[in-house]
């Protein structure tokens, strides 16, 4: 299915002086306080969600201490939904018949509009993917576009967490609507990326998810899929860095899991 796009770019220019680089590839420097972004969003005509893009390149990927430990991997452009699915959103698709309710009451209710949809299993998130012309995130994407080229912790940078930046910890004990922590942006402009609601992505678990022999794994069966992005209910330390990873059976229908779609770059 052909999406159809609107788009617009902004710029975002931390000092004068490099102005010039923005019309070139998107730049990020590890010393936080010399960051040129390039951001550049578009809208979705299917489902109305608007998406940031994220360049292709290396970046550091994993942590220190952890089976893999860092390491440097070449991924290919693609866009991101801004948020995670909506109520909202998620309405559209069950309304256009390709997409089945959650398994909560509260999904059609106005109030929750703009909070991410849960108790949506692997497939129903894949499902509404499709139907928007994109697809589940990797969690190699995934990881991208939370904590973009330096690697730093948090989308935001190496700053802890605190309630102005995300939903977690159980701070508030529930979902927030989406977008509401604006200062917990990834170097590519993408929200909620750490608290809220664990996300969805295409990828089976595996210990280490960096190997070749894992990436190119395909999701099969009943086999568990990667989350990311840590909930409401996680402390800092677990979830909510860019790096953290959980799981869960696909047929799982969950009050704290929803997921975002991605868009494979178009000529």
């Known amino acids: 299915m052909m999406v159809q796009?609107?788009?617009?770019v902004v710029m975002i220019a931390g000092m004068i002086a490099v102005l010039a680089v923005a019309a070139c590839q998107p730049v990020s420097w590890r010393g936080r306080e010399h960051e040129l972004i390039r951001q550049a969003l578009q809208i979705n005509q299917t489902d109305g969600a608007v998406?940031?893009?994220?360049p292709g390149g290396e970046a550091v990927f994993g942590y220190a201490g952890s089976i893999s430990g860092e390491v440097m991997l070449p991924v290919a452009s693609f866009w991101i939904m801004r948020t995670e699915v909506t109520n909202a959103l998620y309405a559209r698709c069950v309304a256009a018949g390709s997409c089945t309710p959650p398994a909560n009451d509260r999904w059609q209710d106005l109030p929750f509009a703009r909070h991410p949809v849960v108790n949506v299993s692997w497939a129903q998130a894949a499902r509404y993917a499709d139907w928007a012309g994109g697809r589940l995130p990797t969690e190699i994407e995934w990881e991208k576009a939370c904590?973009?080229?330096?690697?730093?912790?948090?989308p935001?940078?190496?700053r802890e967490p605190d309630p102005a930046l995300a939903n977690y910890n159980g701070a508030v004990g529930d979902t927030t609507p989406t977008g509401r922590y604006p200062a917990g942006a990834s170097p590519y402009g993408a929200l909620d990326m750490a608290g809220n609601v664990w996300e969805w992505t295409s990828s089976p678990y595996?210990?280490?998810?960096?190997?070749?022999?894992?990436?190119?794994l395909a999701a099969r069966g009943h086999e568990p899929r990667t989350l990311r992005g840590g909930s409401y209910l996680n402390p800092a330390g677990y979830g909510i860095p860019c790096t953290s990873r959980g799981w869960d059976v696909p047929a799982l229908r969950i009050s704290w899991v929803g997921f975002r779609v991605v868009l494979d770059e178009r000529d």
């Open 5 to 8: 796009i609107q788009r617009r």
């Open 51 to 54: 998406y940031v893009y994220v």
């Open 147 to 154: 904590r973009g080229v330096d690697g730093r912790a948090y």
């Open 156 to 158: 935001w940078g190496d």
């Open 206 to 216: 595996a210990a280490n998810p960096y190997t070749p022999e894992t990436m190119a």
